[in-house]
Nanobody
Framework: QVQLVESGGGLVQPGGSLRLSCAAS????????MAWFRQAPGKEREFVAA????????KYADSVKGRLTISRDNAKDTVYLQMNSLKPEDTAVYYC????????????????????WGKGTLVTVSS
């Protein structure tokens, strides 16, 4: 019903920047809140950032506050994750997820609330 496709991952040096994109199709994009999660090698998947349907409400994991910024463009059915000042510990597969049942200004952060997931894009931070 809903398909999510991530892009923008790659290899970057510590302190560098990347911007991830997640394009949605199959349903009206503004109907769901969006979030980014990540899974590092040998680690469990963790929450990174979330944004409400309207784009006005955002939430971040403590480990990425001030460095990563989530945004969305409902006209383009796309959510972004701007990643600055990257650290080796940011290395992970980043997943885009959608919550199809949320309030206009509520950002969803729990994995159990997400209804659809992308296949992920790999970000490697290394010198």
């Amino acid at each position: 019903q809903v398909q999510l496709v991530e892009s923008g991952g790659g290899l970057v040096q510590p302190g560098g920047s990347l911007r991830l994109s997640c394009a949605a199709s199959g349903r009206t994009f503004s109907s769901f809140a969006m979030a980014w999660f990540r899974q590092a090698p040998g680690k469990e998947r963790e929450f990174v950032a979330a944004i409400s349907r309207s784009g006005a409400g955002t939430k971040y994991a403590d480990s990425v506050k001030g460095r990563l910024t989530i945004s969305r463009d409902n006209a383009k059915d796309t959510v972004y994750l701007q990643m600055n000042s990257l650290k080796p510990e940011d290395t992970a597969v980043y997943y885009c997820a959608a919550d199809t049942a949320s309030d206009w200004n509520s950002a969803t952060t729990r994995e159990s609330r997400m209804d659809y997931w992308g296949k992920g894009t790999l970000v490697t931070v290394s010198s």
